[in-house]
């Protein structure tokens, strides 16, 4: 697989010299490792991206781009039936191919119709500056495991509308196992920024069959909030709904269907141009089981201190169903320049199970740096290591591996531009 991305990437940048073209694109490559000895496993995972755009192709008004991405592994997977080279994406897009009609040929996400994935082709139709519609087809990757396969058939389409202060988009998606009904659903979003303090935005996706009724059944509803005071404060509610999807015909064991729901409150008052105080308060429900969770938490922010350095401290209080937990949390760091950031954070955490026996206290050490080392090249990376105890020989973690283990997990990612 990876022999073909390779010679497809090869062969368009081959022809480039041929045409008078302006070409501009950007490549990426991402690592991220875990190493766990609780478990004595290591996880190693890559993700390497080519974007590529070519305008004014031949001496004419046009554009075609090409978006690739894939991910590999080299060591253990969550899941087995993960193959080792998975590809996110791979397409070619051409702006205007049939006068207000753009065409993309591949493998994609249906922006518009959030949830939707397909390897075969997409009509966006721009009926003016503002509304358009669109229609995709082809098959579906397996969504198991991400293979091309044709016992997976998908179709769709949507339709919207977008200006500056305000927009609705509205779409319909199915997909298919050898024929029959996998997965299908209703999708509708809609925003609005009536001016520069306030935006909102909602949106709600709608199953059929999801409960083993026929009918339409909200899966995800999201609303949210922001309120903007200039520079001094900003608040931000945010409520939202979900469950677990179902693939109706593909799926060879049972999800839970029972709603969770989620309340949360954000808000952050500036005491001066660089330092501020937050808080949030987010409460969560699940019908499972009729249990409550709550996460409540403050802090406080300054990004100039002495000019180049900055610092952060909070404070989080978490009942999470079966638990409760509180941490605090200390970062700092520096930039010196406008293009060089640093920054090195540590936090402890205190977690007390309804089983006793499996509580637990966690340190976390963390370092990451921005550093953009010209105007094409970008690195970014982070490192975390962490200890966790367990407080009870009679823990069940204790009985599988012992009462303390560390783990550490590296990102690291090299864009490139040009």
């Known amino acids: 697989m990876k022999k073909l991305i390779a010679s497809l990437i090869a062969a368009s940048l081959a022809s480039v010299p041929a045409y008078a073209v302006d070409l501009h694109g950007r490549v990426s490559e991402a690592v991220f490792y875990l190493t766990d000895d609780a478990t004595v496993q290591n ?50 897009e051409m702006l205007k191919a049939f006068t207000d009609t753009d065409v993309t040929i591949g493998r994609q996400y249906i922006e518009s119709l959030v949830g939707a994935r397909v390897d075969g082709a997409l009509l966006n139709l721009h009926l003016d500056a503002a509304k358009g519609a669109g229609f995709f087809g082809g098959t579906a990757p397996d969504p198991y495991n991400d293979d091309l396969t044709s016992a997976f058939t998908t179709y769709g389409a949507y339709g919207y509308w977008k200006e500056k202060d305000g927009g609705v988009t509205a779409g319909y998606a199915t997909s298919l196992y050898k024929g029959k009904e996998d997965l299908a659903y209703l999708f509708g979003s809609a925003y609005l920024t009536p001016d520069d303090e306030l935006s909102m935005y909602g949106s709600v ?25 200039g520079w001094e404060a900003r608040v931000n509610l945010t409520l939202n709904q979900y469950r677990g999807l179902w693939m109706q015909e593909s799926m060879d064991y049972n999800v839970t269907h029972e709603m969770q729901r989620s309340a949360r409150v954000y808000a952050d008052y500036s005491l001066s141009r660089s330092s501020k105080v937050y808080g949030q308060f987010d409460y969560r429900t ?45 970062s700092g760091g520096a930039q010196p320049r406008d293009d060089l950031t ?77």
Not at 58 to 84: A, I, L, M, V
Not at 385 to 410: C, G, N, P, Q, R
């Open 342 to 418: 640093a920054e090195l954070g540590v936090s402890y955490l205190n977690n007390t199970q309804d089983k006793p026996e499996n509580s637990m206290t966690q340190m976390v050490y963390t370092a990451s740096a921005n550093w953009l080392v010209s105007k094409s090249l970008y690195f970014n990376g982070v490192v975390e290591y962490s200890t966790e105890k367990f407080l009870s020989v009679d823990s069940v973690y204790l009985a599988k591996y012992k009462d303390e283990y560390k783990s550490t997990a590296i990102w690291a990612n090299l864009d490139y531009r040009f």
């Open 205 to 229: 996706r709608l199953d059929h069959n999801i409960t083993a009724q026929n009918g339409y059944d909200i899966t995800n509803l999201l609303l949210t909030a922001n309120y903007r005071w």
């Open 43 to 92: 996880y190693n995972f890559t993700r390497t991206r080519l974007a590529l755009e070519a305008t004014n192709f031949d001496g004419e008004d046009n554009t075609f781009r090409f978006d690739g991405s894939y991910r590999t592994k080299s060591s253990y997977d969550y899941n087995t039936r993960t193959p080792d080279t998975r590809i996110d994406v791979m397409n070619v």
């Open 286 to 330: 699940r019908d499972s089981d009729d249990k409550s969770a709550s996460l409540y938490g403050i802090g406080y922010r300054d990004s100039e201190l002495w000019g180049a350095l900055f610092y952060n401290v909070g404070y989080r209080g978490i009942n999470y169903f079966t638990s409760k937990s509180w941490q605090v949390y200390v």
